[in-house]
């Protein structure tokens, strides 16, 4: 059998397994393979990292379309020196992502324009970037999409989706009044999820109002203040760890 006649059947194995990074690297790396005289195996060890690097980067590139984040804001972007009262310590804690791991959730409080979103975002992206299977709705959306799902006879279907994800992010709860219907749709999310899923859930509600949620789910609460003002940047953020 000829050279030519061997490569054509490793492209065309290549092809078949759908390992179509390796194939298109093929060439490049049978010239560096002679010109460096690798071994077999090292040859082989680089054509499947390229693989596997290709296949690692389609998977978190879905993993981000489905995470549906609104926002490319990741914790690095969060301009702490502006807060001087930002606990640094919690969000390097809820960064390492043992939240996730531990699937306990995160509740984040304050009035509208302080970085909740920002840093509900935030964690989204870190948990894509780790690989974990991450999702983003506000509750008036979750609210509708629940509804609908009743109305036509998913619901269970529709509960199945939103405990799929292993971090789940729910803003702007409170922003909008929910009819009392919506709101019990949303703490059927939130409890179906307890102790199986992670929830970063973002309200303008006081602890008092969101006390169902903060007493029996959330492990970590974080509470910001300040000014109401959409553009202005979180003034300050405390913290207690349940």
């Known amino acids: 059998m000829t050279d030519r006649s061997e490569y054509q059947k490793l492209r065309a194995h290549l092809a078949f397994l759908r390992m179509g990074a390796a194939a298109e690297a093929l060439p490049a790396l049978l010239e560096e393979a002679t010109r460096s005289k690798l071994t ?6 680089r054509l499947l990292a390229v693989e596997v690097a290709a296949t690692d980067e389609r998977r978190r590139a879905s993993l981000a379309r489905f995470a549906s984040l609104p926002s490319p804001f990741t914790l ?34 304050g009035p509208p324009g302080v970085g909740k979103t920002m840093l509900a975002v935030g964690l989204g992206h870190a948990a ?33 989706f939103y405990a799929g994800p ?45 006390h169902r949620f903060a007493r029996t789910c ?10 109401d003002d959409r553009t202005c940047p979180p003034r300050g953020l405390h913290s207690r760890r349940r």
């Open 40 to 45: 077999n195996q090292a040859f082989l060890e």
């Open 76 to 109: 690095a972007d969060f301009d702490f020196s502006a807060q001087p009262s930002v606990d640094h310590k919690l969000i390097a804690e809820l960064a390492t992502l043992r939240f996730v791991e531990d699937a306990t959730n995160v509740l984040l409080i």
């Open 128 to 160: 894509v970037a780790a690989g974990m299977r991450t999702y983003y709705t506000t509750a008036a959306e979750l609210a509708a999409r629940c509804h609908r799902a009743a109305l036509e006879g998913r619901w269970a279907t529709t509960m199945r």
């Open 166 to 210: 292993r971090l789940l992010i729910i803003d702007e709860v409170g922003y909008l009044p929910l009819p009392a219907e919506a709101a019990a749709a949303l703490f059927q999310v939130v409890s179906q999820r307890y102790l199986k899923g992670s929830i970063a859930l973002t309200t303008n509600l006081g602890i008092a109002k969101a």
């Open 218 to 227: 959330a492990r970590w609460r974080l509470k910001f203040t300040g000014s």
